[in-house]
């Protein structure tokens, strides 16, 4: 017994240097670990702050962290692995070439500090708060004060381009979608460098949206002595901007009185306010966090109208609260959240929303639908239509007999704005004058899927199948065993009888959007052997065809790919089912394809008025007015496509003949999605046009990425053509300065001679606002910088005047 505990005090012992230096003056050594099983960490000095893992909501999963180690709740103020939380059993190595090492249970690396610049000899725990890898001559070679997440603490200093991220909740530590940015040079948003920027983010991306804040580093003074160098919280908890000169401009500041006695704090917080916090260091366990400063002052209207998204979800409104300036989220009425767990998610509609074909069976529309009335509430950027002058009953009946309208919000100088789902950056805005108009359903019932009757979602036929066996069953128990085989053939067959019939359905109607599949014998017929043709461009020919829907003959546009054989058939498939997902009233809709051997065709639906080319080229100028209507079409469908169906598509070759009419003269976009279904390099697009200024957007022939701004950039150049009525490019004319339109277009803007670029006509000219904003869209569109260009869903905003549009400048070469 007594060798036994001389055994293990001596293996405590062993212990005792291992556990005292991971405490030591906060210094470890390379080699030492931490495990998610361990009950210790590694202290500060001071033991105000630790560094191991926190175990998260109870779960078997970790957080590698840093904490205030003295206060009761041990807030986090730094973690490693928010996005990728380590099982139980992980553990955390200190090694010198890659220095910290988070593996999982299995050796599976989660995450790592990565090292740039020489070989860790330490680990060094402070009593600030930073985590420092020294080397040998003790020189920093890595530290959690330069790899900040959400938090900035006393003596921490911020470079230009540091970050700080919020995370998605208060007990989710994934990457959120607020930022803090100590701007590094300017940018296209026209902020300056040095700047403090609060801004948010469309995830996954990283790219920013307009900033919801913005602290100027030269206060007026431009000059670059004058800009921000660094962004310091300091000992004194002063938070400032220090200048190039080494002056001073302060956005927030501590208690002076309290001398030592307080924590500090600077934290970005889940719902993007930016907090200044102080709490006792002494704590007699009912302390909190308590404010000292924030910014915004109100967050839910101070996030752009511009920006993708907001503080709540989808559907949502954000009303902030007076007291603390911290933002909630709450569901309108018939709405609730989708997740019950997170409140500041997105609402859906608690009753069943029936589509456009279903709303159509009702002749009286107020039979479906009634009003919820609001007031002081708006969704900014969830704009579709704009009726003025119209009265209040005008506005009620539209949105009524409108299925895409959800809501109408009539507002004091007599417009009617409809909305349509999903309502995006709702707010809370008080003393605003609009009624809002919620438009929902009176009963939970439809016509449009009968399997919501089915809480079990499973199948009807299912039920009946069983019955059917029940019944079997019951019968086979009177019978001998020769006829129980010859009954359990006859239900063998059945089943594989059945399904392979259902196997042909699905054929039949591809995936479930009502796609046809169609044979190349039934589409040689339909088009009584590719005889008409209708058009033909980069991506095939398109023929005129007839085909029998029902008891219905539904005239068709079979459009023929070139290069099709190229494509395997899975990737055809696949990329033909997103196309057959879009549906928008700007689109051409796909009726079905055909995919045998080498031959590839797609059946749209025909519009009898053809292309835009041909309807704004001709030899009659057409009506301002309706050329004004068809770009709001094109303008809406390619928002659509870049930012609201299921997968974003960019067309690549936006161009008035890929522009159909239908017969109200309503504009929809053809041939979206080709460009990736055809895997067309872009050497093979648009070569006949190289070199000039037609449709193409310059980063095609640069070595730069291909993003949706290209489409935009085509929009602003065919934006210009059905301003004049004219092609974009005239060498026939005989008038050299007219023969690019852009170019001629930008001198007739700086000239303000905006009357001689529409050839004096009459309606254009007495609607002289629509047309220098028009105009003003249009050559921001084709800046030839893409980072300049504005995105499709502030062209819709800038032409339906719903935000300013400021003075663009001139569309030169990039350099």
């Known amino acids: 017994m007594a060798v036994s505990v001389a055994h293990t005090l001596f293996f405590l012992l062993l212990l005792l240097p291992t556990s005292a230096g991971a405490q030591n003056n906060g210094r470890i050594t390379v080699g030492t670990s931490l495990s998610t099983t361990d009950n210790f960490s590694w202290l500060s000095p001071s033991g105000d702050f630790a560094f191991g893992f926190r175990q998260l909501n109870g779960s078997d999963f970790f957080l590698l962290s840093i904490w205030y180690n003295k206060i009761p709740d041990r807030t986090i103020v730094w973690h490693a692995n928010g996005d990728k939380p380590a099982p139980r059993g992980s553990k955390v190595n200190l090694t010198a070439v890659r220095g910290l090492v988070l593996t999982g249970p299995q050796g599976q690396e989660l995450w790592t500090s990565q090292i740039l610049t020489g070989v860790a000899a330490y680990g060094v725990m402070n009593d600030t708060g930073n985590f420092v890898l020294e080397d040998t001559n003790f020189n920093s070679v890595w530290e959690s004060f330069q790899n900040s997440t959400d938090t900035m603490l006393p003596t921490q200093i911020m470079e230009r381009g540091g970050v700080l991220s919020s995370r998605q909740s208060e007990t989710n530590f994934s990457k959120g979608k607020f930022q803090l940015r100590f701007v590094e040079g300017g940018n296209d948003q026209g902020i300056q460098e040095g700047n403090v920027v609060l801004n948010t983010i469309n995830l996954p991306t990283v790219e920013p949206n307009g900033p919801y804040y913005e602290k100027d580093s030269t206060v007026g003074d431009r000059n670059t002595s004058s800009a921000g160098k660094q962004l310091v919280f300091n000992e004194s908890s002063y938070i400032y901007i220090l200048q190039e000169n080494d002056k001073r401009i302060t956005l927030a500041q501590g208690s002076l009185s309290t001398g030592n006695n307080l924590y500090y704090r600077g934290t970005l917080n889940f719902d993007g306010i930016f907090t200044l916090y102080s709490h006792p260091r002494t704590s007699a366990g009912n302390e909190s966090w308590t404010p000292i400063w924030s910014v915004p002052n109100n967050i839910c209207e101070d996030i752009p109208v511009g920006s993708m998204t907001g503080v709540c979800g989808y559907n949502s409104v954000c009303k902030i609260n007076p007291q603390d300036k911290r933002p909630t989220c709450e569901c309108p009425t018939g709405y609730s959240l989708l997740d019950p767990n997170d409140p ?8 069943i929303q029936a589509g456009c074909k279903e709303d159509k069976i009702s002749s009286k529309q107020d039979d479906l639908y009634r009003f919820e009335v609001r007031t002081n509430t708006n969704w900014p950027t969830s704009d579709y239509s704009k009726l003025k002058p119209f009265t209040e009953e005008k506005c009620r009946n539209s949105c009524l007999q409108d299925c895409m309208c959800a809501v109408a919000i009539f507002s004091i100088n007599n417009t009617c704005w409809k909305k349509k789902l999903p309502l995006s950056n709702g707010r809370f805005i008080t003393g605003y004058g609009g009624k809002v108009l919620l438009k929902v359903r009176k009963d939970n019932s439809t016509l449009a899927d009968p399997s919501f009757s089915n809480p079990g979602n499973e199948p009807v036929r299912n039920k009946k199948n069983q019955d059917i066996l029940i019944l079997v069953g019951s019968v086979l128990l009177g019978c001998s065993v020769f006829v129980i085989f010859i009954l359990i053939g006859a239900i063998c067959i059945g089943f594989f009888y059945k399904k392979k019939v259902s196997k042909i359905d699905r054929n039949g109607s591809f995936s479930e959007m009502n796609l046809r599949c169609l044979t190349y014998k039934e589409l040689l017929e339909a088009t009584d052997g590719f005889r008409e043709e209708l058009g033909r461009g980069a991506f095939g020919i398109v023929y005129k065809g007839e ?46 394809f055909c995919d045998e051997d080498v031959q590839r065709l797609l059946v749209y639906e025909f519009l009898s008025h053809g292309t835009l080319a041909g309807f704004l080229f001709g030899d009659l100028k057409p009506n301002w007015n309706l050329r004004i209507q068809i770009a709001f079409g094109i303008a809406r469908g390619l928002l659509y496509l870049h930012e609201e169906c299921s997968t974003q598509i960019i067309h690549c070759d936006i161009k008035p003949q890929n522009i159909l009419l239908d017969e109200y003269y309503n504009a929809r976009i053809s041939d979206f999605g080709l460009a990736k279904l055809l895997k067309m390099d872009q050497s093979q697009t648009q070569t006949a046009i190289r070199g000039t200024k037609g449709y193409v957007a310059p980063e095609w022939f640069r070595n730069m990425a291909i993003t949706a701004k290209v489409d935009v950039y085509s929009f602003g150049v065919m934006l210009l053509e059905i301003i004049c009525g004219r092609r974009s490019v005239d060498m026939e004319s005989g008038e050299e300065d007219k023969a690019i339109l852009a170019d001629w277009a930008y001198d007739c803007f700086q000239e303000g001679t905006l009357d001689v670029l529409v050839e004096y006509e009459r309606e254009a000219m007495d609607d002289m606002e629509k047309l220098e904003r028009f105009v003003r869209v249009a050559i921001w569109c084709i800046q030839e910088g893409p980072s300049l260009r504005p995105t499709m869903r502030k062209v819709t905003h800038m032409l339906e005047g719903v935000v300013d549009v400021p003075i663009p400048p001139c569309p030169s070469p990039i350099g």
């Open 547 to 592: 085909i029998k829907m029902g008891s219905n003959v539904l005239l068709v546009a079979v459009k023929k790919l070139h290069s099709a054989a190229q494509e395997k058939e899975m990737e055809f498939k696949a990329e033909v089912e997103i196309i057959g997902k879009t549906h928008h009233k700007n689109l051409v809709r796909l009726i079905g």
């Open 344 to 351: 500041y998610g997105s609402c859906k509609p608690d009753f």
